[in-house]
């Protein structure tokens, strides 16, 4: 090459180079966003926040940044939700029981036994009564969700795990069942017939073992690796609720958005959830096949009609003594 064809050669560099600084930096994203999860990144629920993160990078144009901190790095829940009203975690992932913080209704969402199903479900939570609930949480807390909170699934389907088969609501009759410490669970237990008996979700096994309970609820997905199988081998599900993990978000942060970053952060939420979904129930139903094969049955075709039949009568007594959030049973009857 020679010294004029090098000096052209360098000079084509340099401008490219030059003209390619200022084009990086504008490719650097705009917003960038803490997000703390409970759950390892390999988790299946790991992997949908992972997602997650995947699609706000695609459908902001690589404008908008979600950096994860999963497995409690960042601290525990309390600690977590501190940062998140400062403003210094932008989304946190939980159930709705830490927005009953500040709007105790919050925990009617997850009643047993008081939808039909899940689609029931959705169109409840669509209603002004729980976006009323949820404005509360804002104004309180300065936190909001982004998404439908139905959509991002926690754990599988609702089953009871039980030492002898349970196929309808007249096997729930004097039965010992374990039960985590929630008033509302364990009075609904209560009424429809079990012997409730509160202790730690990791006592179950040896409890089961020991003749202290009976049985157990459980999301279906826990079973297999719970090992409750082994002293329970009757599986029967009944979906007295569903469970979803809230993505709470620091309002403020939320709302200031530009409306193109808003639309791409709500179409990721989506968009994850969907992609949860499938790889919960694929991991489910390859775990129930797991146990089957070892012997375990499993019932997921009894009828929890009478379940709730009898419910109603336990939510009327409630709203009678006003322990019912205003206008809850008016919202379900009217979404049915």
Do not use: C
């Not at 297999?224 to 993990?245: D, G, L, N, W």
């Not at 968009?271 to 499938?278: D, W």
């Not at 129930?281 to 797991?290: E, G, L, V, Y």
């Amino acid at each position: 090459m020679s010294y004029r064809s090098l000096i052209s050669f360098s000079t084509v560099v340099l401008a490219l180079a030059v003209w390619a600084a200022p084009n990086s930096a504008a490719a650097a994203p705009e917003v960038v966003w803490r997000q703390s999860t409970e759950q390892p990144a390999d988790s299946l629920e790991g992997q949908g926040h992972q997602k997650f993160a995947e699609l706000v990078k695609k459908y902001s144009n690589g404008r908008m940044e979600i950096k994860i901190f999963p497995s409690e790095q960042l601290g525990k829940k309390a600690a977590v939700i501190d940062q998140l009203q400062a403003g210094t975690v932008h989304i946190f992932n939980s159930t709705a029981a830490y927005l009953s913080k500040w709007e105790p209704a919050m925990k009617y969402i997850s009643a047993p036994f008081v939808f039909d199903d899940r689609a029931h479900w959705l169109r409840f939570m669509e209603t002004d009564l729980v976006k009323g609930w949820l404005k509360n949480v804002e104004d309180k807390g300065g936190i909001t969700l982004i998404g439908n909170y139905m959509d991002f699934p926690r754990g599988s389907w609702r089953v009871i795990v039980a030492k002898k088969p349970v196929k309808s609501i007249a096997d729930i009759k004097g039965l010992k069942l374990r039960m985590h410490p929630d008033k509302l669970a364990g009075a609904a237990w209560s009424h429809l017939g079990a012997e409730i008996r509160v202790l730690g979700w990791t006592s179950v096994y040896e409890s089961l073992g020991k003749g202290i309970i009976e049985a157990v609820n459980s999301p279906a997905a826990l079973v297999e690796s719970m090992r409750f199988y082994e002293k329970a081998p009757h599986i029967t599900a009944h979906r007295e609720y569903e469970q979803s993990v809230g993505y709470m978000v620091n309002a403020k942060a939320y709302n200031s958005l530009p409306a193109d970053l808003r639309a791409a952060v709500d179409k990721a939420h989506a968009g994850a959830s969907l992609y949860e979904q499938g790889l919960l129930d694929a991991d489910t139903m390859a775990s129930i096949n797991r146990l089957k094969s070892k012997g375990v049955t499993y019932n997921d075709s009894m009828d929890t009609g009478p379940f709730r039949t009898r419910m109603t009568k336990f939510y009327a007594a409630r709203a009678k003594a006003g322990e019912l959030p205003k206008g809850f049973l008016e919202a379900v009857d009217a979404t049915r």
